[in-house]
């Protein structure tokens, strides 16, 4: 027979003789009769405060419930006390503070920056309106509306283009014709 190596992982499995081995071992040896008899002693002395114990929290509650009743507390206004507490206590705390202020900050931030993209928006319509593009577009469109009067038969100057657009929008606004086509066709 080979020498069986010793260790937590043995690769063989159980054998019989290592089974009775094991079922010969008496754990109850290890305890005296006088050491038995007063740990069932203990045991049963801890069981009756257990229950005790448990009649005293029960008669508690009772009286705790019934307290309540005559306060006229009721588990909504509970509800909102401890919402309202734990409220107060997020807001005091310090990591609530700290968001508060960097989402204060970053508003303000933000603020500014639409602020200053509005002002540059503004400018370069300005630019772009002062532009000799933007002139020369103008102009033809004046040069346009002038000769389209003048051909229809239109009654009083060309007028700058701003006039021409809100006379333009005035005249829809007031579902009437633009100009005097309808009269000059009727004669």
Same mark, same amino acid.
Do not use: C
């Given at each position: 027979?080979?020498?069986?190596?010793?260790?937590? *992982?043995?690769?063989?499995?159980?054998?019989? $003789?290592?089974?009775?081995?094991?079922?010969? $071992?008496?754990?109850?040896?290890? $305890?005296?009769?006088?050491?038995?008899?007063?740990?069932?002693?203990?045991? %049963?002395?801890?069981?009756?405060?257990? @229950?005790?114990?448990?009649?005293?929290?029960?008669?508690?509650?009772?009286?705790? *419930?019934?307290?309540?009743?005559?306060?006229?507390?009721?588990?909504?206004?509970?509800?909102?006390? =401890? +919402?309202?507490?734990?409220?107060?206590?997020?807001?005091?705390?310090?990591?609530?503070?700290?968001?508060?202020?960097?989402?204060?900050?970053?508003?303000? #931030?933000?603020?500014?920056?639409?602020?200053?993209?509005?002002?540059? %928006? =503004? #400018?370069? +319509?300005?630019?772009?309106?002062?532009?000799?593009? +933007?002139?020369?577009?103008?102009?033809? !469109?004046?040069?346009? !509306?002038?000769? %389209?009067?003048?051909?229809?038969?239109? @009654?009083?100057?060309?007028?700058? +283009?701003?006039? !021409?657009?809100?006379?333009?929008?005035?005249?829809?606004?007031?579902?009437?014709? @633009? =100009?005097?086509?309808?009269? =000059?066709?009727? #004669?």
């Amino acid at each position: 027979m080979e020498p069986r190596q010793q260790g937590l *992982l043995d690769k063989e499995p159980l054998k019989e $003789v290592d089974e009775d081995m094991v079922s010969e $071992v008496d754990l109850n040896n290890t $305890v005296t009769e006088e050491d038995r008899e007063e740990m069932e002693n203990e045991l %049963i002395k801890l069981e009756e405060e257990i @229950t005790t114990l448990k009649q005293v929290l029960a008669s508690k509650e009772n009286r705790h *419930l019934e307290l309540k009743q005559n306060l006229g507390i009721t588990p909504l206004n509970e509800l909102r006390q =401890n +919402f309202s507490k734990s409220w107060y206590d997020m807001q005091t705390s310090t990591a609530y503070k700290k968001t508060s202020e960097t989402l204060s900050t970053a508003g303000q #931030r933000t603020s500014v920056a639409f602020s200053n993209l509005g002002n540059a %928006i =503004n #400018r370069k +319509f300005g630019d772009m309106r002062n532009s000799p593009s +933007f002139k020369s577009f103008e102009e033809k !469109v004046e040069s346009t !509306v002038s000769n %389209i009067k003048s051909k229809v038969g239109g @009654t009083g100057g060309a007028g700058n +283009f701003e006039e !021409v657009l809100s006379s333009a929008a005035q005249a829809s606004a007031q579902g009437t014709p @633009t =100009n005097n086509v309808m009269e =000059n066709s009727e #004669r």
